[in-house]
C-alpha cells in the first residue's frame, strides 16, 4: 500500500479539528435549542389541549387544532435550528411560502370551508341534535364536522351542508331555548258570536295541560277579514311539545266549534250570469 505522507494527515488533522472548532459551539448549540425547544413545545401543545378541554371544545376541533399546533411549532423550531448551524434557509422558507399560497389558491373553497367548520364548533351557534334551518333547509343536525354539517330531514333524508356557506349565512336554531311560542289563527262567521267563540277558545286552551301558564296564553280579536272575523291565539310551550299542541289544538278547535254550533268560513265566490236581451 502506498503511505500517506504525515504533511497530508497533518493537514488533514487541522482541516478536522477547524471545522470541529468552527461547528462544534454550533452544533452543541442547536442540539440545546432542539432539546429545550421540544420540550417547550410539548408544554404549550398540553397547555393548549387542557384550555380547549375546559372550554368544552369538540373533540374532533380540539384534536385538529393540537395537531396543527404542534406540526408547526416544530417546524418552524427545525427552521431555527438549520439556521444556527449554518444551513441556508432563505430559498427553502420562500419555496415553502409559494407552495402555500399555490395550495392555498387551490384549495380555497375547502379552506373557507375548514374556517368555516373551526367557527361552529368554536362558537357553537348550533349543536348535535338541536333542529335548525340553515341555507333552504331544515332539519336535526346529526353530526358537525371540520368541513360539513350533516342535517337529516323530517321525512329521514341526509342534507350535507358546507361550513363555509353555513357560517357566512342566517341559522334558525329551533332548540337554543327551552320554550316556544306556538301561534294560530281561528275564524268564524260574522253571523257567529264573538263572545262564544272566544270562550271556547279559553277553555281548550285551558284543558291542553302542555301549554304553560307563563307567559300567559293570549286570545284576541285580530282581523275582519273578508269573510271571516279572526281570532289569534299564541300560546308557550316546551320546545319539544311544539308539533304535539300544534295538531291536537288544531284539531280540537274545530271539533268543538262543530259541536257548539260555530262556523269556520271558506272562501266562497258568487258567480253572476247576465242575459244579453234580445
Not at 444551513?87 to 368555516?116: C, D, R, V, W, Y
Request: hydrophobic share 45%; glycine share 8%; proline share 4%.
Amino acid at each position: 500500500m502506498p503511505e500517506v505522507p504525515l504533511d497530508n494527515i497533518s493537514a488533514y488533522s487541522d482541516q478536522a479539528m477547524n471545522m470541529i472548532m468552527d461547528y462544534g459551539p454550533k452544533l452543541l448549540l442547536a442540539t440545546l435549542v432542539l432539546i429545550v425547544g421540544l420540550w417547550i413545545i410539548n408544554r404549550v401543545v398540553n397547555l393548549l389541549a387542557r384550555g380547549m378541554k375546559a372550554r368544552e371544545m369538540e373533540a374532533e376541533l380540539s384534536g385538529f387544532l393540537g395537531s396543527m399546533c404542534n406540526i408547526l411549532l416544530k417546524a418552524l423550531l427545525l427552521i431555527s435550528v438549520a439556521g444556527m448551524v449554518g444551513i441556508e434557509t432563505t430559498s427553502f422558507i420562500a419555496i415553502l411560502g409559494a407552495a402555500g399560497l399555490a395550495i392555498g389558491l387551490a384549495l380555497q373553497g375547502t379552506l373557507a370551508n375548514f374556517a368555516g367548520g373551526v367557527l361552529v364548533l368554536m362558537f357553537k351557534p348550533y349543536k348535535i341534535g338541536d333542529f335548525i334551518e340553515a341555507q333552504g333547509v331544515s332539519g336535526t343536525v346529526s353530526s358537525i364536522q371540520i368541513f360539513n354539517t350533516i342535517i337529516k330531514t323530517g321525512d329521514n333524508k341526509v342534507i350535507i351542508v358546507p361550513n363555509g356557506s353555513i357560517s357566512n349565512g342566517i341559522i334558525t336554531n329551533f332548540s337554543k331555548e327551552t320554550t316556544r311560542r306556538v301561534d294560530f289563527v281561528f275564524g268564524i262567521g260574522y253571523d257567529d258570536d264573538i263572545a262564544q267563540a272566544k270562550e271556547v277558545l279559553n277553555r281548550l286552551v285551558k284543558d291542553e295541560s302542555r301549554i304553560l301558564s307563563d307567559p300567559a296564553p293570549l286570545i284576541v280579536v285580530s282581523e275582519l277579514a273578508d269573510s271571516s272575523v279572526n281570532f289569534t291565539v299564541r300560546t308557550w310551550v316546551n320546545a319539544t311539545d311544539y308539533w304535539g299542541v300544534f295538531f291536537s289544538l288544531t284539531e280540537r278547535v274545530k271539533l268543538t266549534f262543530d259541536e257548539e254550533g260555530l262556523s269556520i268560513p271558506y272562501p266562497q265566490s258568487d258567480v253572476h250570469v247576465h242575459h244579453p236581451q234580445s
